[in-house]
């Protein structure tokens, strides 16, 4: 089994465009469990980001700094970073790596006497490719994460050898999530279950009386994927029950980190539950049980659209419209996000448009009945609509640095700018709903709320009416290397029933109960959230809606999606900044997606 190294990126925000450029040459390293790499774009909401940056530093075994002029004149990388870094490196705990990225003054820093990249401390910028000084610096890294892990094997196999031979009454059932809404609701439940407060549901199986029988671990969304990349069988992840986004369901079953479930499971859950069989099953075989079930609603700050007098969108052209009359007033929030390379929600801002114009699932991964022609032409139309927004939101740019706000923002960034009043609409799932509330908990003096937040279902397609919107979700699985294997099929059998469901439901969770999705439709006071999510439930469930599961769980969805969004990055950006026309970007789109995605090619 690989152990991947930290690293921590050390860069001033006006190199982002260098920053992302390595980021991609690093990719395969990370691929490959060499490093798990982390810089401040992955802060998350309400997090301190200073004690943040901290933590992340003191753990670090491999410290980049990405040298040039602004890098040194920041204030918080010569007071907080630099001196931390060279602390970790004092103690033995990290190395550091200086990046040369242009000519500046750092041969009189602390750090000029260690060994820099690219190769002759020549920058990047002087190089005639700079791919190929990218390229250079990820070499140089691959090679010196071998020999610290070397150096770490040693150990890590004692603490493994130490960790097997626990027994359960001395060790808790761990289980691991994205530490998010739904997670942080089925955490709830379980300290409802050590009150009993599920009356005529069964018991717990597992004795909750005491903290140590039950370790539910919450991880931010990109350390479950790089746990996920950097592990393999046996032992296999360090947890007994897993949660992952169901697309990941045929990657984790051939590296084999998953174990089917026993078939009771099936037998007694298969009938309540939404969209059972796409998302828990792979190859006939049952390996989760839904942990969420999520659609993508469209919120709309009715306060807004209500002062400047603004349409509620029923088509997605009415959508689009409703971008180009807002920019055409000139008015003070911004119509729309796309979000970027951050998170994966760039993805299904390009998912939307495609949709929109009926794409579906067959035409994405193969197999459609339109001919290959018609299927390319399907992603072209999306796509060109998808560009030609990004165009239109350029001029939305921040102005703090080289690469606008619109083009690199994340996902809780688009929560937090609707929730400011800063975007008159936002695309947001479900199961966001509670973090988007959080945010806006500011009342008037009256005590009345200052904010009017309506939501949707995403609008229907002009053309055919089709409501094409996302289903997916997470779900729960149980780790090949547990030794709990009984115990955890216990706790999703428990996990199962109606009144854990329904309190689930209640404290944030996005259930995928049939019966438990109605009765949340039924609430007056959610802004039609839950009738918005009924509503994509029963288009999916009635066939008036082109797409059923938005992704495939094949092994290599991981890889295409990655890659796809990747790709659309570069195509915002290149349409935003004036290189490429929307038509010129979306050809050049279209061919990497094909060769992505598509069975056959136009």
């Given amino acids: 089994m690989s152990h991947s190294l930290d690293l921590f990126i050390s860069y001033a925000h006006e190199d982002e465009d260098h920053h992302r450029r390595l980021a991609e040459h690093l990719r395969k390293l990370q691929d490959d469990g060499l490093i798990d790499s982390w810089d401040d774009r992955a802060i998350l909401p309400g997090a301190a980001w200073d004690a943040t940056i901290k933590q992340r530093l003191e753990r670090a075994q491999i410290i980049l700094l990405l040298l040039s002029r602004p890098f040194l004149e920041s204030e918080y990388v010569r007071q907080v970073e630099i001196p931390l870094a060279l602390e970790q490196e004092r103690q033995g705990r990290a190395t550091i790596v200086p990046i040369l990225l242009d000519e500046c003054d750092w041969q009189k820093s602390k750090f000029a006497a260690y060994q820099a990249l690219p190769p002759s401390a020549s920058p990047v910028t002087k190089w005639p490719n700079r791919d190929s000084a990218y390229a250079a610096i990820a070499s140089g890294i691959a090679a010196l994460a071998r020999v610290r892990r070397l150096d770490i094997a040693l150990v890590v196999q004692h603490d493994r050898e130490v960790r097997n031979r626990r027994i359960f009454r001395h060790t808790a059932l761990r289980i691991v999530g994205e530490?998010?809404?739904?997670?942080?609701?089925?955490?709830?439940?379980?300290?409802?279950?050590?009150?009993h407060l599920f009356a005529g549901g069964a018991d717990f199986p597992l004795d909750l009386t005491s903290d140590a029988q039950v370790d539910l671990v919450g991880l931010d969304y990109q350390t479950i994927f790089a746990t996920l990349r950097d592990s393999s069988y046996p032992p296999g992840l360090d947890c007994d029950l897993i949660a992952i986004p169901y697309f990941l369901l045929g990657y984790c079953v051939e590296k084999g980190l998953l174990q089917?479930?026993?078939?009771?499971?099936?037998?007694?859950?298969?009938?309540?539950f939404a969209w059972w069989h796409e998302m828990g099953f792979y190859q006939g075989?049952?390996?989760?049980?839904?942990?969420?079930s999520?659609?993508?609603?469209?919120?709309?700050?009715r306060d807004l659209f209500d002062l400047h007098g603004l349409a509620v969108p029923e088509t997605w052209n009415d959508y689009l419209a409703l971008i180009d009359q807002a920019i055409e007033r000139k008015l003070p929030v911004a119509p729309g996000l796309l979000q970027g390379r951050s998170h994966i929600t760039l993805w299904y801002d390009w998912l939307n448009h495609l949709y929109a114009n009926d794409a579906n699932d067959l035409v994405l991964y193969g197999g459609s009945r339109l001919s290959p022609r018609q299927a390319a032409e399907t992603l072209r139309a999306g796509t060109e609509s998808f560009l030609t927004l990004a165009a239109k939101l350029a001029p939305y740019a921040d102005g703090s640095g080289p690469l606008p706000h619109w083009a690199t923002a994340n996902w809780d960034d688009g929560i937090e700018q609707f929730a400011s009043g800063n975007l008159l609409m936002h695309m947001v799932f479900n199961d966001a709903l509670d973090t988007l509330r959080r945010r806006m908990e500011t009342r008037g003096g009256?005590?009345?709320?200052a904010f009017r937040v309506e939501y949707l279902?995403?609008?229907?397609?002009?053309?055919?009416g089709r409501r094409n919107g996302h289903v997916e979700g997470w779900i729960l699985c149980v780790a090949a290397g547990t030794r709990y294997s009984q115990a955890a099929n216990d706790v999703l059998e428990w996990f199962l029933e109606r009144p854990i469901q329904q309190a689930y439901r209640g404290l944030g969770g996005a259930s995928a109960d049939f019966a438990v999705i109605a009765e949340q439709a039924e609430s007056t006071n959610d802004g039609g959230a839950g009738l918005a999510f009924q509503q994509s439930v029963e288009d999916s469930q009635k066939g008036r809606t082109a797409v059923d599961l938005v992704k495939h769980?094949?092994?290599?969805?991981?890889?295409?999606?990655?890659?796809?969004?990747?790709?659309l990055y570069d195509a915002v950006l290149s349409v935003g900044g004036g290189q490429l026309s929307v038509g010129e970007a979306t050809e050049?789109?279209?061919?990497?997606?094909?060769?992505?995605?598509?069975?056959?090619?136009?």
Avoid: W
Wanted: charged share 25%; aromatic share 6%.
């Fill in 179 to 195: 530490a998010y809404d739904p997670f942080r609701a089925f955490e709830q439940v379980f300290r409802r279950a050590a009150d």
């Fill in 260 to 272: 089917p479930l026993e078939k009771r499971l099936a037998a007694a859950a298969e009938p309540p």
């Fill in 553 to 567: 769980n094949g092994p290599r969805a991981l890889e295409a999606i990655d890659r796809i969004r990747a790709n």
């Fill in 446 to 449: 009256d005590g009345t709320p």
């Fill in 285 to 292: 075989r049952h390996y989760g049980v839904p942990l969420s």
């Fill in 294 to 301: 999520l659609t993508m609603l469209l919120a709309i700050r």
């Fill in 457 to 464: 279902p995403v609008p229907r397609a002009a053309v055919s």
């Fill in 588 to 602: 050049t789109l279209i061919r990497q997606v094909e060769r992505r995605l598509l069975s056959r090619t136009a």
